[in-house]
């Protein structure tokens, strides 16, 4: 990423985490542990290798441990801010509400905070560099397609459809949690948002609407949600076999 561009990210935290109870009736899941560290942590330090300084965590479930949590790194980059939800905006919903707040940015990187990843945020930055389009969708092959929200990508990487959880998906792309886009589709994210109300949903309700204004990035690095008590029992295990940091 060059250095006049000015990046900064949204990291998706405010889930309920319904689907591992009863882990998270007492730590959210972006503070899971993972090789004894939250797994935010390591969206930080990935997110601080890309350049990136300033970070908007939104908020809901367990706040005031997040709260504490962020409070605990005073100093430290990348700057987090907070948006706390007392109810839940959805995740498209949480992109309008930051639109202001990151209304100086150059480029603006929207992240699922129950992933982990080896997956290096500079490098959808610097892929988005390279094309005019105003969304990056990072893209991964999926076995269960049916289960994410599907592409269907033309030779010039051009995404021609997309379609959440579709009962007979087109291809294997799903989206992969991690895109980047310019400022002018967090006015358009507005705009739904004043057609649809809250909450309202990133893959289902926007992602579809960018069709035409989407490259898609081929994820180099992998990619686990950890959403499930089945994906978190093999986190610590994936976690060492991708090489993050204890």
Known sequence: MGQSVRAKAVLLCAGLGNRIRPITDTVPKCLLPILG????????????EAGI?????????LHEVVEDYVSGRSGKL???DLLFEPEL???GGTLAACAEWASDADVIVSIYGDLLVSQKVSSVLDFHATHNFPFTLTVAHQDE????GIATVADDGTVTSFIEKPAHPQSDLAAAGIYAMDPAILRQIGEIQSELGLPFDLGRDVIP????????YYAEGEILDIGTLEAYSGAQEFAKRIGLAE
Not at 37 to 46: C, G, K, S
Not at 209 to 216: D, E, I, N, S, T
């Open 37 to 48: 560290r939250p797994l935010m942590d390591y969206w930080f330090d990935n997110l601080t």
């Open 53 to 61: 300084s300033e970070v908007l965590v939104n908020t809901h479930w």
């Open 78 to 80: 990348p700057k987090v």
């Open 89 to 91: 905006l959805g995740s």
């Open 145 to 148: 397609p049916w289960r994410r």
């Open 209 to 216: 609407r960018l069709v035409g204004q989407m490259k898609a």
